[in-house]
């Protein structure tokens, strides 16, 4: 029995594989105790050094080309071209770097309960490449405003990712610019009202809890949080961008006495929202529990959120009392980056990770490439289809002509099924001796495309 519930916490709540010694050490452990210890105390997300990406952003000073008389206008031109393509391409290379650390935590982080609430909570606050800055900013982000946030308070992951340079970027908020603040009377620039309504609607309160005149109240709160060549990408508070005034967000009055404090102030006040309480526990629930949430799950998760003040851990310990976790075999169909680190961590010493980003492309499901900022689907009728499966099936047969010649069959079923295999699967690999076709119908088996 708690063999099974070891399987079941390294595969609902993690990424896998289920070896025998993981197995053992779980169930010593305690399987429930195992995964609030893995959340709490699991491997930070390791990535560059973000004052290193910070000190190598492209440089808007790379645009500047100093006028020469002697030069044509067509020249001047070309070097501009030239200058602006450099500035690209170093933009690139750290977006690189930023997709392949989302891999190698997935796949080399030894605690892979951490790295699946960390990539849970990324998806959440979903930053998508869509300018330059964000592209080269997007490792920063996970690093700096959602890993170290995921067993802790939600209102500090909730400010510290609004208030980052990749947000602000990805949602417009640098242009946005308060009409009557100092720089709006001069430059006659105005409102952008897109971080605020996806602040609203994706982050806290949920769709249909808030209304027109609270988002636009509240993008005039945002203006003047901005980043920019100038500051190495770093978020600042432009106080001469901010709209001066009083503003009244869900019938509360945000003085404009001390303006860069109203924004904390309302996202303090959001976090504690029920509304807020009650969008996040659906959100979780469904992460973990598909089609088998309930109104009570939803509740419970509710009520344990606003006890605690928000404290996320406090969700998770709530979450793992649900009975539907550890009696039901399987509840979700795994996104393709979920299935890709289960086989990936099933290797010993994996490090192809380019290989990996590759794939997921191939997959629809790339980092930070999500098609809005709702981020990707979390629904299993997104990710179950037959193109997806027919993908699969190329990419698993790569993988075992690539690493079946280090395995025997036995071990393959040891490592990442903790030896259980079920009718199915038996009479399956019964009716071939090829290594390959074995390797590639246990991750293509329903123990390895379901958690």
Known sequence: MNKKKSLI???????????????????????????????????????????????????GSLLKVKKDPSKSKKTIKAERAAKRNQRNAQSRKIFRRAQLDVHSNAVSNTSSVRSRAVNFWLNHF????????????AGAFVKESISPHVAGNFSKMLISAVTHSAMLHYLDNHRSIGPNSKMGRRRK?????????????????????????????????????????????????????????????LGKTYSGKYPKQQLLSVLKDL??????????????????????????????????????????????????????????????????????????????????????????????????????????????????NPEILFR??????????????????????????????DDHLKQALSLTNNKKEQFALIFLSPSILYR
């Open 189 to 249: 620039k105005d409102l952008n009202e897109n971080l605020a309504r996806e602040v609203l609607e994706l982050h806290t309160l949920g769709v249909g809890n808030y209304s027109q005149k609270d988002i636009i109240e509240l993008a005039n709160i945002l203006t003047g949080w901005t980043s920019n060549y100038a500051t190495n990408g770093k978020s600042i508070f432009n106080e001469r961008a901010h709209e001066p005034g009083d503003f009244i967000v």
């Open 126 to 137: 979903s930053v998508s490449t869509k300018n330059m800055m964000t592209r080269s900013l």
């Open 271 to 384: 976090a504690r929202h029920p509304k807020t309480a009650e969008h996040l526990s659906k959100k979780l629930s469904q992460h973990y529990l598909g089609g088998f949430t309930n109104a009570q799950h939803v509740n419970s998760l509710s009520q344990s959120y606003l006890r605690s003040g928000g404290d996320l851990y406090e969700m998770y310990k709530t979450l793992i009392n649900f009975s539907e976790v550890w009696e039901l075999p399987v509840v979700r169909y795994r996104q393709p980056d979920e299935w890709m680190y289960a086989m990936a961590r099933s290797i010993p010493n994996f490090t192809d990770f380019q290989w990996i980003n590759g794939k997921l492309k191939m997959l629809g499901k790339a980092p930070f490439q999500a098609p809005s900022p709702a981020g990707w689907p979390d629904k299993d009728e997104s990710w179950r």
């Open 392 to 421: 699969q099936k190329v990419i698993v047969q790569e993988m075992a002509a690539r690493f079946v010649k280090q395995y025997e069959i036995k071990q393959v079923i040891d490592d990442v099924l903790g030896g259980e295999v």
């Open 9 to 59: 916490a390294i595969n609902r709540f993690g990424y896998g594989p289920a070896n025998q010694q993981k197995l053992i050490l779980i169930t010593r452990k305690g399987y429930k105790n195992w995964v609030l210890s893995e959340l709490k105390s699991g491997e930070f997300y390791k990535t560059a050094n973000t004052e290193e990406v910070y000190r190598t952003m492209p440089q």
